[in-house]
């Protein structure tokens, strides 16, 4: 072509690719849901919350209705909006905004390791003066569920919902082969051999996602060795090397050695197994009680055939099956750079009144922590057979990772998943320790 | 206009704004990375100095930093090997009496063009067990007991991956290849023909020892293409199985953003970056040393 179209071709295709590159959009998680309604009246203070939920699933719309609420209100001045990041990407959105000095007002965060980690750095409000002003808000609150949110003497956040891991069975699939639930780890083997013979997954476990296989690991080290040596690990003078710990990590090799595990679940991650589950593929799954709520908004065919079931406990093991995995599964809580602290706590103090820890349990499936009257005729079957089995319980015991906080808590998980792929349980806790040492 | 260009001034007045750039960009950066991997910071606490501790920490007690070290290494030689062997071979088909010599190359060349991330997501379809390309291939020629779990299985994973880098860029090493063999002069073939050198050996006597200094050139290119290596194993397996397929690159970013270890992972930065200046200057040297 001459040169000069040639040129003026250039020239177009130049500014062509950078008004491409420039309207690139913000596909940031800056989504404006536009939750703010303040009614007639516009407020002058504006407030950002950060939420890990899924747009849309039970909790979000929960949270929403109460945001509805709270932005509704004639006697504060403030409204509160709030920006949705789930998953992963949660943690480091959050951190980031939190270095750069641009925290968002009010956002959720687990209890105990991470949120100790930001009261330490001044990131948080201290709610005891809060609390000492109201004695009936407190009173609410069931005992020992403000304990993992309690550093020195007072009270960080507000906890929403606990959540209990438990042992969900699709029904289906242990009539059809005549199965009972198993309680006692023996009979977990075997009733996972009779499923793998037919072809049916036992457990759905993806360990691609560390936290996940560390679940049952968990289980397993305190059914094997009680409480006491991860008490110990978190007052700063236990070991990793602990033979319960050890133990648990031959438990999960075994079991892997018996095909209890899906094939590949080493690059399996959390939506691929609970979708296993879901489909009838895999008869049971070691999850948390967030499942509950997770299951009934999705359009599994076996949403009525779901059972659930304590931990199967281990004979000759120092704890029993009535010592639960639990802890408060979401906290909010108040950057110390709150525009509205005020304003911030009325809205905490909303997700515990009755009528909303009610719904957390009815609507949602998860846990409520504070005192109310949940009918028990609108929750879900599985939330009230859930709370049956929970009333058993003798302990309580947290996830490893919560209790610890980054970086240990996830070289836990990291253990238990280089394990699963082969290693030495006593060369990945000896490794686990040595950071342990480095840390305290 | 020329007198212009070469006045000191000018010259410094037209470069100042890329050095700025650059400084800005590159140098600043280094130096802070340098700077912060002297601490242990998860940036919302507060700074901790622990002198040398991160790279203590790294070559004695952490076995991921030497298991992505090895797996570089891998990568780069698989690399090494495989691009440069295919490019050279279709360099010397697609120079030859072919049709459509100018198709083929561009075909060759596009995956190249295509974003390693699209690559990487492209090939993780293909390489699915039970729906994906690969194993419905093998399958359909009669090897079922060959297919594997390409990206979940530690023993095939960094294959895998090797050969989807490499397939990507095969068409950089052969674009060179093909440029070389062109430069050839007809004279040399003819000559050869005279002589009655049959194809293969026109390939081995002739062109091989002529392109030679081309593979110097690619092996730079590959070897410091590897070490960076990111995007394709991110996507592609994360660093899993079980941090099987980990390299230097993703370690970084797992190390800092995912366990906010920001000083570790600042202290790994600065050893990526003395390896590849090291790796750098070494090929430098070996192909200065057999250059004319």
Not at chain 1, 204 to 228: C, D, H, T, Y
Request: aromatic share 12%; hydrophobic share 45%; net charge negative.
């Amino acid at each position: 072509m001459s040169g000069n179209t040639r040129r003026i071709l250039v020239t177009v295709m130049t500014v062509i690719s950078l008004v491409l590159a420039g309207c690139g959009g913000n596909y940031d998680g800056e989504a404006d849901n536009g939750n703010v309604r303040s009614g007639e009246q516009t407020k002058d203070v504006h407030m950002i919350a950060y939420d890990w939920s899924e747009e849309g699933d039970l909790f979000a719309r929960l949270y929403d209705d109460i945001l509805l609420d709270f932005n509704g209100r004639k006697d504060l001045n403030t409204t509160l909006e709030v920006q949705r990041i789930p998953g992963e990407p949660y943690k480091t959105k959050l951190n980031a905004v939190i270095a750069a000095n641009n925290a968002p007002d009010v956002f959720v965060t687990h209890a105990s390791g991470i949120m100790k980690i930001y009261k330490e750095a001044n990131r948080i409000q201290s709610l005891g003066e809060a609390f000492a002003a109201d004695p009936a808000w407190k009173q609410r609150f069931y005992p020992n569920v403000l304990d993992l949110l309690t550093f020195d003497g007072e009270v960080y956040g507000v906890p929403v919902s606990i959540t209990h891991t438990a042992l969900f069975y699709n029904k289906g699939i242990f009539e059809k082969y005549g199965l009972k639930v198993p309680e006692t780890y023996e009979e977990l083997k075997a009733v996972s051999k009779v499923l793998a013979s037919h072809g049916i997954t036992p457990i759905a476990m993806g360990a691609k996602e560390p936290w996940v296989a560390a679940l049952i690991s968990q289980f397993a080290a305190n059914r094997i060795g009680g409480n006491e040596p991860f008490d110990r690990i978190m007052k700063g003078n236990g070991t990793w090397e602990d033979p319960s710990f050890i133990q648990s990590g031959y438990v999960m090799q075994e079991l892997a050695a018996m095909g209890a595990f899906p094939k590949d679940y080493l690059g399996l991650n959390y939506s691929g197994m609970t979708a296993m589950f879901n489909n009838g593929e895999a008869a049971m799954i070691v999850m948390g009680s967030w499942f509950i709520g997770q299951l009934l908004n999705s359009d599994s065919i076996y949403r009525d055939k779901i059972g659930v079931a304590k931990f199967p406990r281990f004979t000759n093991g120092k704890g029993n099956e009535n010592a639960w995995l639990s802890h408060p599964d979401y906290n909010l809580v108040i950057s110390s750079s709150a525009k509205d602290p005020e304003s911030a706590l009325a809205f905490l103090k909303l997700w515990s009144e009755p009528q909303y820890q009610a719904r957390v349990a009815e609507e949602t499936g998860k846990f409520p922590v504070a005192k109310t009257d949940v009918n028990l005729e609108k929750v879900p079957r599985l939330y009230k057979e859930l709370n049956e089995l929970v009333n058993d319980k003798s302990d309580m015991f947290m996830y490893y990772d919560v209790g610890l906080g980054p970086p240990l808590g996830d070289a836990y998980n990291t253990a238990i998943q280089a394990i699963l792929a082969g290693k030495k349980p006593e060369e990945a806790f000896g490794d686990l320790q040595l950071l342990y040492e480095r840390h305290n | 206009m020329d007198k212009m260009l070469r006045d000191r001034k000018t010259i410094l007045f037209l470069l100042t704004p890329s050095l700025l750039l650059y400084t800005l960009l590159q140098i600043f950066p280094i130096g802070s990375a340098v700077y912060y991997s002297f601490f242990e910071w998860d940036i919302i606490s507060t700074q901790k100095f622990i002198g040398l501790g991160n790279y203590i920490r790294m070559f004695t007690e952490d076995e991921l930093f030497w298991l992505c070290v090895k797996n570089m290494l891998f990568l780069t030689i698989v690399g090494l090997v495989l691009q440069q062997m295919t490019g050279f071979i279709l360099a010397v088909i697609l120079t030859g009496k072919i049709a459509a010599k100018n198709v083929f190359r561009n075909v060759f060349f596009m995956p190249a063009v295509i974003s390693s991330a699209a690559v990487g997501l492209m090939w993780s379809f293909i390489y699915q067990p039970e729906i994906g390309l690969l194993n419905q291939i093998i399958s359909f020629l009669g090897f079922e007991d060959l297919t594997h779990a390409w990206l979940v299985e530690k023993e095939t994973v960094m294959w895998a991956i090797a050969f989807v880098a490499s397939w990507q860029f095969i068409g950089y090493s052969m674009v060179l290849f093909i440029a070389a063999i062109l430069n050839i002069s007809q004279d040399v073939f003819e000559a050869a023909e005279l002589d009655g050198a049959v194809s293969w050996k026109l390939v081995r006597y002739i062109i091989f020892p002529l392109v030679k200094p081309i593979f110097k050139v690619n092996s730079i290119l590959i070897v410091i293409g590897s070490l960076k290596f990111f995007d394709l194993i991110y996507v592609m397996t994360g660093g899993g199985p079980a941090n099987a397929s980990q390299v230097l690159a993703s370690y970084i970013y797992t190390r800092s953003f995912t366990q906010f270890e920001y000083g570790y992972g600042n202290a790994l930065s600065v050893i990526l970056l003395i390896m590849c200046l090291l790796f750098t200057f070494i090929s430098n040297k070996l192909s200065k040393d057999t250059n004319e």
